[in-house]
């Protein structure tokens, strides 16, 4: 005796052994014994085998009409024998019930189960709802094949095009379009992005980078929403001093100034004049919503997004010949010593008389032209001239100032590679298009004035940061315990001191135009110089205030999304001066091994790494004449290949300690990380804030 019975939800036949009033022993084709409850015995039989039954049967279920079988269905609930009989005769054989019951089971939006081998038949509206879905996934799975059959063929689907980003970053695998590629990947047996490339779905790889960081961080596009700018407070007092800010020439949310008064006098007062974008702009309005949804500029070679509006920047940016509202730290200085006597915070409006520019400047301010009165450079500017005196002043103040830190520190801040500066010709401040000729030059880290306004900042955002500390007032602090290999600076709302700098505690506070967390601190600097002891009430933060931490925590990601980026744009361009100069080899020196059986090395006169061949043998510091291979500007990939050594062996060395500002320097680009897997189964601290080569506290530390 034969039985037919389901198990599992599977239907299997097999030899009945033995029987009992609650189950049986049966016997598959395969030798395996299974013990089967009576309940789920649906049918037994002597003849045909269990094998030619269950052959027939499926053979037979394939040819069952569901439509006429459901028109045939009694309104109640049935067996698949009664169905057999309704269907095929009154007299319907093993092999047809059996076919009935295989039917039935494989119909779910025809039939319904009511329990074994018994089911209803489903509501006519259900069956139509059903049916339309069935048939819209066929078509959706013949155009998922179209798309397919179409990208391997060397042809990108409009769809598909304007889904690539989200397809390749950010994908809903159950799309069509994100099916189509991975099943175009699997016939071709090609990298998707190798296979979109192919396709033509990209038309240029610098529009590729940018739409893509547009994608993952300005969904929304990079314009404002229509905003009153707010107007600053009219009743603050003038400052009697002239500032002046040193930036580089293409900045224009000039957010810091100087001025120095008293000199030959004994007691110098240096002023730090800081952009007081806060006293106008409330926490929770519209303009700080839009500031608190960007967190910062984003910089790149040739173009910015401002992290506020135009206008509001417009009206708060330092510019010469104004006087403009600033939260300002005056310093007592013994002009002898050096040594700092005293602090003062005043909210007021500082006159600017003039917006010095380090570009055009740096190759008159030197070392030698501040130490001797005397030295004349031709083409100096009396703006310049008339400064001189301070300019000398403050760069002694800025070395001082250093070398206590580094005592501090216990080792010596060491910036051995310079600032690269890029410039987009004829771009004049649009969105670049990837096709502009690009310079790349160089400036020296620590410049003089590149030191004055660090060393200013680093003063300003200490000082603030114990201010802050001193009144209770909670702040965002930047801190790291330790130079020990590994430890990275980190944000939170306790004063902490910061290694890598050489202070007790550090809040960025220089930067309220460009930066957020600049903002959110000087609105707590504010409360504080306004209400003294009681600025913990009015402050707008309180302490463990949650919207503190869920700052910190939105400003990292989003910072170090825009570093990311500023750092790939400018190794695009890198790779583009290469092709539009034809250099082909580069003079390098080796850094350390990737861990892949090749070498890291740095250009020498470029920001540029790169993993290279022949350089297995060659020291960390050795320097070498690498020749360089095919540029790929998608995933910002270069190779290299050591022709020669250039230094003498026994003069070889490391190239210097790797300082702080290294860790995050020039990675070497890989293939980018896309999130479209061809192998899964079908189923559901280093400078941003302003240009790398500009005048910020970021250049001297993390």
Not at 607 to 629: E, F, T, W
């Amino acid at each position: 005796m034969h039985a037919l019975f389901e198990e599992a939800g599977k239907f299997q036949a097999g030899r009945i052994l033995s029987e009992a009033e609650s189950s049986a022993q049966i016997e598959l084709d395969s030798g395996k014994r299974v013990k089967v409850k009576a309940a789920n015995i649906l049918l037994k039989f002597e003849k045909p085998s269990p094998a030619e039954l269950l052959a027939k049967a499926r053979e037979l279920a394939a040819a069952i009409e569901l439509d006429l079988a459901w028109e045939f269905a009694p309104e109640d609930e049935f067996g698949f024998a009664d169905l057999a009989r309704d269907y095929f005769s009154e007299s319907a054989s093993l092999t047809e019930q059996a076919a009935a019951l295989l039917a039935l089971h494989e119909a779910p939006h025809y039939f319904r189960r009511a329990g074994k081998g018994r089911f209803k038949k489903a509501p006519a509206e259900i069956l139509q709802q059903a049916l339309a879905a069935i048939e819209k996934k066929k078509q959706i799975a013949a155009q998922i094949t179209a798309w397919a059959d179409e990208l391997a063929a060397g042809t990108c689907p409009q769809p598909i095009r304007d889904q690539l980003y989200r397809i390749l970053f950010k994908p809903d695998k159950n799309a069509p379009e994100y099916k189509a590629v991975v099943e175009a990947s699997r016939a071709t047996h090609k990298a998707p992005l190798d296979l979109l490339q192919a396709a033509g779905a990209i038309d240029s790889a610098y529009q590729f980078h940018w739409k893509r960081f547009l994608f993952e961080n300005f969904p929304k596009g990079t314009g404002f929403p229509p905003l009153t700018a707010p107007q600053p407070p009219q009743d603050l007092p003038l400052a009697n001093v002239q500032a002046y800010s040193i930036d580089d020439s293409a900045t224009t949310e000039i957010d810091d100034a100087l001025s120095v008064q008293g000199l030959g006098s004994g007691t110098v007062t240096l002023g730090i004049h800081i952009a007081a974008p806060g006293l106008a702009i409330d926490p929770g309005s519209a303009i700080d919503h839009v500031g608190r949804a960007r967190l910062s500029t984003v910089y790149m070679p040739g173009y910015k997004i401002t992290m506020l509006p135009d206008e509001v920047v417009q009206i708060y940016t330092l510019d010469e010949g104004r006087a403009n509202p600033a939260v300002s730290l005056y310093v007592t200085i013994n002009e002898e010593t050096l040594e700092i006597t005293g602090t003062e915070t005043r909210l007021e409006r500082v006159p600017v008389a003039v917006n010095l520019r380090h570009d055009r400047l740096d190759h008159i301010v030197t070392e030698e032209w501040l130490g001797d009165a005397s030295l004349t450079v031709e083409g100096t500017p009396q703006e310049l001239l008339d400064r001189r005196a301070e300019l000398s002043f403050l760069y002694r103040l800025a070395r001082q100032l250093k070398a206590q830190r580094e005592v501090v520190r216990g080792k010596p801040e060491t910036f051995n590679r310079p600032d690269y500066t890029f410039r987009l010709e004829g771009n004049g401040g649009a969105e670049p298009n990837g096709s502009e000729t690009v310079s790349i030059t160089t400036r020296k880290r620590g410049a003089p004035l590149d030191l004055i306004v660090a060393e200013a900042a680093i003063v300003a955002n200490s000082t603030w940061g114990q201010l802050l500390a001193d009144h209770n007032v909670p702040g965002i602090y930047r801190s790291q315990y330790s130079l020990a290999p590994g430890v990275k600076v980190r944000m939170g709302t306790k004063a902490q001191p910061h290694a890598g700098i050489g202070v007790k505690c550090y809040a960025w506070s220089t930067s309220p135009l460009r930066r957020y967390v600049d903002l959110v601190n000087q609105w707590q600097i504010i409360a504080c110089a306004r209400h003294g002891k009681t600025a913990a009430l009015a402050a707008p933060f309180k302490p463990k205030d949650a919207d503190l931490f869920s700052i910190i925590s939105s400003f990292d990601a989003a910072y170090s999304a825009y570093n990311g980026y500023q750092a790939g744009m400018e190794r695009f361009w890198t790779l583009k001066y290469l092709e539009q100069n034809q250099i082909t080899e580069i003079e390098a020196t080796v850094i350390k091994d990737n861990g892949a059986g090749n070498m890291l090395v740095r250009a020498d006169t470029l920001p540029l790494v790169i993993s290279v061949l022949g350089a297995q043998n060659l020291p960390r510091g050795a320097r070498a004449l690498v020749r360089l291979g095919e540029i790929d500007e998608i995933t910002l990939d270069i190779h290299g290949t050591v022709l020669q050594r250039l230094d003498d062996p026994d003069d070889a060395g490391d190239d210097g300690d790797v300082t702080e500002d290294e860790d995050d320097d020039d990675s070497v680009a890989g293939p980018i990380a896309i999130a479209v897997d061809v192998n899964e189964n079908d189923a559901a601290d280093a400078p941003q804030g302003k240009p790398k080569s500009a005048n910020t506290e970021d250049n001297q530390a993390p």
